[in-house]
């Protein structure tokens, strides 16, 4: 059974930094592209950053330079580390192998004063 977990949302401020992991069982996750997607209110869900399992990385614009996703290859787990977040940014964030049916359930992240 294939278990995707987020973990690290919260609330921060503006100008704050944030990591998200996130951690996958029953699937060898290291060989799919994996994406850091988010919904923010009344939006439709968007990609956020993407790697692929040779570690190539692709970032939306909105988020360039301020995000960093990475992996660490011995846990396979998956970061998404988030520095001066803007109110913009807040939003489930899920985790999950894009076209596919593995993604986890979400953390809310809130960017709030």
């Known amino acids: 059974q294939v278990q995707i977990v987020e973990s690290g949302g919260g609330l921060v401020q503006p100008g704050e930094s944030l990591r998200l992991s996130c951690d996958a069982s029953?699937?060898?996750?290291?060989?799919?592209?994996r994406a850091w997607y988010r919904q923010r209110p009344g939006k439709q869900r968007e990609s956020v950053a993407t790697i692929t399992p040779r570690g190539s990385t692709n970032y939306a614009r909105a988020v360039k330079g301020r995000f960093t996703i990475s992996v660490d290859n011995a846990t396979t787990t998956v970061y998404l580390q988030m520095s001066n977040l803007k109110p913009e940014d807040t939003a489930v964030y899920y985790c999950g192998a894009p076209g596919t049916a593995h993604w986890g359930q979400g953390t809310q992240v809130t960017v709030s004063s």
């Open positions: 029953g699937i060898s996750f290291s060989a799919y592209v």
